[in-house]
């Protein structure tokens, strides 16, 4: 199993309030990726990250931030959290982009009330 | 964008039977991903396809890659209870960075 953790596990918060999700990994792979899911969506994008400080947007990007400090880690934060974003969101590496496959760390499952 | 279609979404088979995934795009994608997904866990990578025509298996799961390599289909033959599970197909492209995910084909097997 690729080594990918995921932190916190579960979380619940109120909205408004900003939070934080930790990826990290120990495969040194370039890629990161982070993507909620949802019952009838499947996963979508969210933001992913090219190399540390190289990061773009993905489908749903909007009320999300993300930053990569160093290559192991990669953070998502929500600024001021919605209902709407009460999801399960998952962490993924990939060595070589869309040519490689995917990783995928446990998940955190946020529920924001 | 959701630009791979899977069906079908849902599936109930008896054990022992037999079934097929597709997962079906107008895109054309250089790598092709199957996942299986268990509740409250992340999807785990069952194989990965890259040429048109390809044909994997592993053990009772059969994977192939559209000779144009923008389709995909999971065949399963003599479903067993431990085959439930959430199938998602992805495609990559040597155009990004990006994978893209279908909706996914929820999978139960009754005993």
């Known amino acids: 199993d690729a080594g990918i953790t995921q932190s916190p596990r579960h979380k619940v918060t109120e909205t408004g309030t900003p939070v934080t999700l930790r990826c990290h990994q120990t495969?040194?792979?370039?890629?990161m990726y982070w993507y909620r899911q949802d019952p009838g969506h499947g996963l979508r994008l969210i933001h992913y990250s090219y190399g540390v400080k190289d990061t773009d947007k993905g489908e749903v990007s909007d009320g999300y931030s993300v930053s990569r400090s160093k290559t192991e880690d990669f953070l998502l934060t929500l600024e001021s959290a919605t209902s709407s974003q009460t999801s399960v969101y998952f962490c993924a590496i990939s060595q070589a982009g869309g040519l490689g496959t995917q990783y995928f760390g446990p998940g955190t499952r946020l529920t924001v009330l | 964008t959701q630009l791979l279609e899977q069906s079908p979404q849902f599936l109930s088979i008896q054990e022992g039977e037999n079934l097929t995934v597709y997962c079906n795009s107008s895109?054309?994608?250089?790598?092709l991903q199957w996942y299986r997904q268990e509740p409250g866990e992340g999807p785990v990578l069952l194989v990965t396809?890259?040429?048109?025509?390809e044909v994997k298996k592993l053990k009772r799961l059969t994977f192939q890659f559209g000779d144009a390599r923008k389709d995909s289909s999971l065949h399963i033959t003599a479903a067993q209870p431990g085959d439930t599970g959430l199938y998602l197909c992805a495609g990559g492209t040597n155009t990004g960075n990006q994978f893209y995910f279908g909706t996914g084909t929820s999978l139960t097997v009754i005993p």
């Open positions: 396809v890259v040429t048109g025509g």
């Open positions: 895109s054309v994608f250089s790598s």
């Open positions: 495969e040194n792979h370039r890629y």
